[in-house]
């Protein structure tokens, strides 16, 4: 693999607090030192990446928007059509007035394109934001969901879009399983599964496996704060045959730097550096 | 009926371990609703029997009926989500499920009639009784589907109505809330009679959990707090406790950070049964708290 190719990988689990955003954030600090690298935060619900690069330069903030539909009461003949269309029931209708309840309304616009009087319009409304950093040479793009809004999917996606090409692209998922850990890992070349031994994380990162199997050629396992469950965890990894990249190990000091939005992983140069060979050899 | 979710933004703040905890202290006057359909855990340590598990559907998938399909395209750029693709060799054009969000768009615009649709199966949901004896409603949403906070109202709905068939009206309905702040979040905690919200002693959970003192603004939900992982940072302890008192939420207790709290876990152990007694008895403390200022 050469460098001007761009390689896009994912660090997710299914577990929150599992040490994923960790993981991620030095990953893309020690890659930033030779490459082209950016890192993008695609937990738009409670983005953390950005708080551990202190000396970060905001470049640029922009307001995210959707369409949502409305109707012009002047053009409406209130012949119900929208609400009986709609799949999602976020248009009410009694006798001439209307109501759109968008929090159900997933700016399809399926309603817009059937109104056989064109009175159907679409109005802008605020999901949320999205903020580009620059810490040393690493590029930081995050995404914030605005309180009440629950267009989380949309807002990653618009996320995702970057204007600069990358020779390293490393996405921070949302934690769970479904739809926006789903779409923060479509399209990218390695998923690193970020694991903490414990039952609880077990269980999770079995969830998160199911998912990344059915998503991705290449993926493999981090097991952070390592500890006494890890033979749990390596003992299944090994019978399904799946792989365990590297592990780092549980300090309460690391836990301190941590809890001060410090970095703390510089250490475990090595360790990074096994990961990216890791993934260059199997990519 | 109190209905108590607890919840804390960040994920592995201690939110599950906490609530379980909580859940053990109540007993037999409770029931357990595990609303983290992405990643339900609290089975794992407190389930003993489950009673029913039913599928959960909801909306739709759309589909081409190859038989009548003529490969025109007019579905394709009526699509909002880029579900539809032709493929580049054969024309044929299909539907990729994981993008369709089942408006039903294209059916509107095919003059074949070659669209059609099946309901959406997109999870389960369970009731189980306890290791505690008591029971506890949880549901998992299949990988990569995005109904998550209509599957939440169902398992509270599912909670409630058992909690009315097996509880004295006084007694509680336990919430273990979904990380984040988005349309999980929301539908797990709307309407509840207390938040406690969980903040992680860490710059990354006080951030997290302060929105969610947002949103609990905006669901007018009174709130108490439980500082947990305490003592990492001094300056941030601090920070947090100007924080509560100048919104005005209480705190019902602080945990103080403890490498031990994993190895409970992999004992498969409640927090509250912890042999380490100042453990134990911080909980149970914190508990009381929490009971004496709902019931005062
Ligand atoms: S845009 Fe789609 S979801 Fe929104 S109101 Fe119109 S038909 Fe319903
Ligand atoms: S139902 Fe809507 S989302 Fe699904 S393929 Fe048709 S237009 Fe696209």
Redesign the interface.
């Known amino acids: 693999m050469t460098n001007s190719k761009k390689i896009k990988v994912a660090f997710s689990s ?5 040490g994923k ?1 960790s993981v991620a954030t030095h990953f893309a600090q020690y890659l930033s030192l030779n490459e082209k690298t950016a890192l993008i935060d695609l ?1 738009v ?2 983005p ?1 990446s950005a ?1 551990f690069f202190k000396n970060r330069v905001s470049i640029k903030t922009e307001i995210v928007t959707r369409d949502t539909p409305t109707i012009n009461s002047e053009k409406c003949s209130f012949c119900k059509l929208c609400v009986q ?1 709609c ?2 029931n976020a248009i009410a209708m009694y006798k001439e007035s209307f109501k759109f309840f968008y929090e159900l309304c ?5 309603c817009k ?2 109104c056989p009087n064109d009175a159907i319009y679409q109005l802008k409304e605020d999901i949320g934001e999205i903020r580009e950093y620059q810490s040393g040479d690493l590029f930081i793009k995050d995404g914030l ?1 605005k ?4 267009q ?2 949309l807002l990653i996606q618009a996320v995702k879009k970057l204007s600069n090409s990358y020779t390293w692209e490393i996405f921070d998922s ?9 779409e923060s890992i ?1 399209d990218v070349d390695f998923v690193v599964l970020v694991a ?5 994380g077990f ?2 990162l079995k ?1 998160a496996i ?2 990344v199997e ?2 991705v050629k290449n993926w493999g396992i981090v097991i952070n ?1 390592s ?3 890890d033979n749990i965890i390596e003992s299944y990894v090994s019978k399904n045959g799946y792989k365990v990249i590297e592990k780092f190990p ?1 300090s ?1 000091n690391f ?2 730097k ?4 410090e970095f703390f992983y510089s250490q475990f140069d090595d360790k990074m550096e096994r990961i990216k060979n890791y993934i260059l050899e199997v990519l | 009926m109190i209905q108590i979710a607890f919840a804390s933004g960040k994920g592995g703040a201690g939110k599950t371990s906490i609530s379980l905890s909580f859940h053990k202290y109540i007993g037999e006057k409770s029931i357990l609703i595990d609303t983290d359909v992405d990643a339900a855990d609290a089975f794992l340590l407190l389930e003993s029997q489950n009673l029913e598990s039913k599928p959960f559907v909801s909306g739709w998938k759309y589909r081409i009926l190859e038989k009548n399909c003529v490969s025109c395209g007019k579905c394709i750029s009526i699509c909002s989500f880029g579900a539809i693709k032709r493929d580049k060799n054969s024309q044929n054009i299909t539907i990729n499920p994981l993008f369709c969000e089942g408006c039903g768009a294209c059916e509107d615009v095919c003059p074949f009639d070659a669209i059609t649709k099946k309901e959406n199966y997109c999870g389960d949901y369970f009731i189980s009784s306890t290791k505690i004896n008591t029971t506890m409603v949880y549901a998992r949403l299949t990988p990569g589907e995005d109904n998550s906070g209509k599957l939440v109202h169902l398992v509270r709905k599912k909670g409630i109505e058992i909690f009315k068939k097996l509880i004295q009206p006084n007694g509680y309905i336990i919430i273990d809330s979904p990380p984040g702040i988005g349309c999980p979040l929301m539908a797990a905690i709307s309407g509840v009679n207390y938040l406690v919200l969980i903040i992680e002693a860490t710059e990354s959970g006080f951030h997290d959990a302060k929105r969610v003192v947002e949103v609990a603004k905006q669901l007018k939900l009174p709130t108490l707090s439980i500082i947990n992982k305490s003592g990492l940072s001094e300056s941030l302890d601090s920070e947090i406790l100007l924080f509560l008192k100048e919104f005005n939420i209480p705190l019902v207790g602080v945990i103080p950070f403890n490498g031990e709290f994993n190895n409970i876990l992999n004992k498969e152990m409640f927090w509250i049964d912890s042999e380490n007694s100042e453990i134990r008895n911080n909980l149970i403390s914190i508990f009381s708290n929490i009971v004496n200022y709902i019931e005062k």
Request: proline share 8%; aromatic share 8%.
């Open positions: 299914g577990k929150g607090g599992t955003t937990d619900e409670e953390n708080i269309k799949n999602f997933k700016s399809c616009n399926r394109n059937i969901l309180e009440g809004s629950v989380t999917k949302p934690p769970g399983t479904t739809c926006p850990m789903v479509s903490e031994p414990t039952p609880f269980h999770d969830l199911e998912v059915k998503t704060k500890g006494s469950y549980f309460e836990a301190k941590y809890a001060q939005g």
